[in-house]
């Protein structure tokens, strides 16, 4: 049985489509997947230690950093996440994301002053990381944090939330306006 040249051409040109499309919908399946086939992990909340609670002195801010539990063996050192603590008295603590609310840029602590800024468009938080001046919307973003057994955890496996301190002076300044 001979095919004719249309033929051929028609299940040549058939053929590639088939590829084509399975090369495509491959990343598209397997990101749909990828929750069952990782059986659902960093799906869950994670309380990630940052050490011992005395590391912490009182009246301080010190900076951590901790291991993302959802983090996949290709992340390298992008997986060690950087932020800050104030240890306000006893276990009553505030742990804050290392990014300024503006733009993300990496905010440092000035124990002098007593103020978060950020290097990059000037923005300025207090140590309770309300929003101090610059262009920043909002305060700085918190982790929830928990003490057991003398160590201080967050909870890692998600993003950190605005704190209601700072969300309490944002709203205190629009309003001023």
Same mark, same amino acid.
């Given at each position: 049985?001979?095919?004719?040249?249309?033929?051929?051409?028609?299940?040549?040109?058939?053929?590639?489509?088939?590829?084509?499309?399975?090369?495509? *919908?491959?990343? #598209?399946?397997?990101?749909?997947?990828?929750?069952?086939? %990782?059986?659902? %992990?960093?799906?869950?909340?994670?309380?990630? =230690?940052?050490?011992?609670?005395?590391?912490?002195?009182?009246?301080?801010?010190?900076? @951590?950093?901790?291991?993302?539990?959802?983090?996949?063996?290709?992340?390298?050192?992008?997986?060690?996440?950087?932020?800050?603590?104030?240890?306000?008295?006893?276990?009553?603590?505030?742990?804050? *994301?290392?990014? +300024?609310?503006?733009?993300?840029?990496?905010? %440092?602590?000035?124990?002098? =002053?007593?103020?978060?800024? +950020?290097? +990059?468009?000037?923005? #300025?938080?207090?140590?309770?990381?309300?929003? @101090?001046?610059?262009?920043?919307?909002?305060?700085?973003?918190?982790?929830?944090?928990?003490?057991?057994?003398?160590?201080?955890?967050?909870?890692?496996?998600?993003?950190?939330?605005? =704190?209601?301190? @700072?969300?309490?002076?944002?709203?205190?300044?629009?309003?001023?306006?």
């Amino acid at each position: 049985m001979s095919l004719s040249r249309r033929a051929l051409l028609a299940k040549i040109g058939l053929a590639l489509n088939v590829v084509a499309a399975g090369l495509l *919908a491959a990343p #598209v399946v397997g990101y749909l997947l990828s929750p069952i086939l %990782r059986g659902g %992990r960093g799906q869950n909340k994670r309380w990630v =230690s940052l050490g011992e609670l005395n590391q912490f002195p009182e009246g301080q801010t010190r900076l @951590a950093t901790f291991h993302n539990p959802v983090a996949g063996v290709s992340d390298g050192e992008t997986d060690h996440i950087p932020c800050w603590v104030r240890r306000i008295q006893g276990e009553e603590c505030q742990v804050f *994301a290392i990014n +300024c609310a503006h733009l993300g840029c990496p905010v %440092r602590w000035f124990p002098q =002053s007593g103020l978060f800024m +950020c290097p +990059c468009h000037g923005g #300025v938080y207090y140590e309770d990381g309300s929003r @101090a001046s610059g262009p920043p919307p909002r305060g700085l973003f918190q982790y929830e944090y928990q003490v057991q057994d003398g160590r201080l955890l967050i909870e890692a496996g998600q993003l950190p939330t605005l =704190s209601t301190t @700072a969300s309490v002076e944002t709203r205190k300044d629009e309003c001023r306006g």
